[in-house]
Nanobody, 116 residues
Framework: QVQLVESGGGLVQPGGSLRLSCAAS?????????MGWYRQAPGKQRELVAA???????DYADSVKGRFTISRDNAKNTVYLQMNSLKPEDTAVYYC?????????WGKGTLVTVSS
């Protein structure tokens, strides 16, 4: 059983920064998984924000390019999302995802609110 636990969400003013963390535990070879961050705003579909493959190739949604950075520490089974220059439209529940061979795991999410 694999568990993903997100942390680091909260309330931040526009232009501010937050760093999300996702710690993975359980029976998994973390380094073999594509780790991703998704978000879901009220009334909207869940969307991919950023992903890091097993080779650490990264991909970003156009809306966050240049502002968000995904990174991973395979030794700690943890993936991070550094979010800078936050905008009100970044407000959402952010979910951690792990995709491996025939598997797809999700965390419960952490709320990020960008508001003055």
């Amino acid at each position: 059983q694999v568990q993903l636990v997100e942390s680091g969400g909260g309330l931040v003013q526009p232009g501010g920064s937050l760093r999300l963390s996702c710690a993975a535990s359980g029976t998994m070879f973390f380094s073999l998984y594509t780790m991703g961050w998704y978000r879901q705003a009220p009334g909207k579909q869940r969307e991919l924000v950023a992903a890091s493959t097993r080779s650490s190739v990264t991909d970003y949604a156009d809306s966050v390019k240049g502002r968000f950075t995904i990174s991973r520490d395979n030794a700690k089974n943890t993936v991070y999302l550094q979010m800078n220059s936050l905008k009100p439209e970044d407000t959402a529940v952010y979910y951690c995802n792990a995709k491996g061979p025939g598997t797809d795991y999700w965390g419960k999410g952490t709320l990020v609110t960008v508001s003055s």
